[in-house]
C-alpha cells in the first residue's frame, strides 16, 4: 500500500490539550480516525505523532493528502 485511503473528505474536529500528544493516522485504515488504531501494520505508513501547543478545537486531515500534517489544509476540497 503506497497510497493512503481517504477515510472522509472532510475534516475532523477534535478539541485537544495543551502538552497532550496525539498519533494522527496517515494511513487512512483506521477505525479510530483521526487516530491510529494500528491499522497501518504491513503498509509503509506509520503514524505521526503530534503535541499540541494549546487548548483549543483543532481540525484534523481525514482525507490524508493534506500538506500541513496532520492538520487539514482544504487538500480534501480537489479530490
Not at 479510530?32 to 505523532?49: I, L
Not at 486531515?61 to 487539514?72: I, R
Amino acid at each position: 500500500m503506497t497510497d493512503p485511503v481517504i477515510a472522509q473528505k472532510s475534516p475532523m474536529p477534535v478539541d485537544v490539550e495543551m502538552g497532550k500528544s496525539y498519533f494522527w493516522c496517515a494511513c487512512g485504515k483506521s477505525a479510530k480516525q483521526p487516530f491510529c488504531d494500528g491499522s497501518h501494520a504491513g503498509t509503509d505508513f506509520t503514524p505521526m505523532k503530534w503535541t499540541a501547543d494549546e487548548t483549543k478545537r483543532v481540525f484534523f486531515c481525514c482525507c490524508k493528502h493534506t500538506s500541513g500534517q496532520p492538520l487539514c489544509d482544504g487538500s480534501h476540497n480537489k479530490l
